[in-house]
């Protein structure tokens, strides 16, 4: 069974432009979860698709934003780019959805913004 | 937002060596997890506690559940040169959002 794929792995953009990021769970699962990993504040949760609705969702601003595909593939879009918005972006996929599942990790999209 | 305090950042050990860290956090968790994520790929799911006292094992791997529900440890037993990572807590925060560690690098000397 493939794992989770995100594309682009790496990415270079410049300030105020916008950027998506992509998404596709392992075949099956329905939920999807982004979050955000920087050496200043680690791991953060975004936000969690399931069935092509957000059901969930961290603190960030609302230049982040979702969606997720009837197919269960998901983008993030993030708007209006800042330096700090330099990141390493990783998607999780599992079944049901909800923490308590084992979510399975992508490798990740690493974003540079110059 | 709330991150969990992780403790130790760094460790450096020789191979055979047992391992100890933890996390604590000023608000109370339903659910704790353990994660660990090597160079160029995203976090593995190492273990999950859902009950305050729970200990649980997961080959050398044993972590628990606080008592008072705001902390976790994470043991690793005759630890191994593949043990190198990096290793994360994480909690659920309020039931929609989930909290994570600064994470704990794990070097092993053969």
């Known amino acids: 069974k493939a794992g989770v794929t995100q594309t682009p792995r790496y990415l270079i953009k410049t300030r105020g432009q916008q950027v998506t990021l992509s998404c596709s769970p392992i075949?099956?699962?329905?939920?999807v979860s982004w979050y955000q990993q920087t050496p200043g504040q680690g791991l953060q949760f975004l936000f969690e698709?399931?069935?092509?609705?957000?059901?969930n969702k961290g603190n960030f601003p609302g230049r982040f934003s979702g969606r997720q595909f009837s197919n269960s593939r998901s983008e993030m879009n993030v708007s209006t780019l800042e330096l700090g918005d330099s990141a390493l972006y990783l998607c999780?996929?599992?079944?049901?959805?909800?923490?308590?599942?084992?979510?399975?990790f992508g490798p990740g999209t690493r974003l540079l913004v110059l | 937002g709330q991150q969990l305090n992780q403790s130790p950042q760094s460790m450096f050990i020789q191979e055979g060596e047992d391992v100890s860290m933890n996390c604590t956090s000023s608000?109370?968790?339903?659910?704790w997890l353990w994660y660990k994520q090597e160079p160029g790929e995203g976090p593995v799911l190492l273990i999950a506690?859902?009950?305050?006292?729970e200990l649980t094992s997961n080959g050398r791997l044993t972590a628990q559940f606080g008592i008072t529900r705001k902390d976790s440890f994470l043991n690793i037993s005759a630890s191994i040169p593949s043990d190198v990572g990096i290793y994360f807590c994480?909690?659920?925060?309020?039931?929609?959002?989930?909290?994570f560690g600064a994470g704990t690098r794990l070097t092993v000397k053969p």
């Open positions: 999780a996929s599992s079944y049901g959805g909800s923490f308590q599942e084992t979510q399975y």
């Open positions: 075949s099956g699962h329905r939920s």
């Open positions: 698709y399931f069935s092509e609705t957000q059901r």
């Open positions: 608000s109370i968790f339903n659910t």
């Open positions: 506690l859902y009950k305050a006292g």
């Open positions: 994480a909690g659920y925060y309020n039931n929609n959002d989930m909290r």
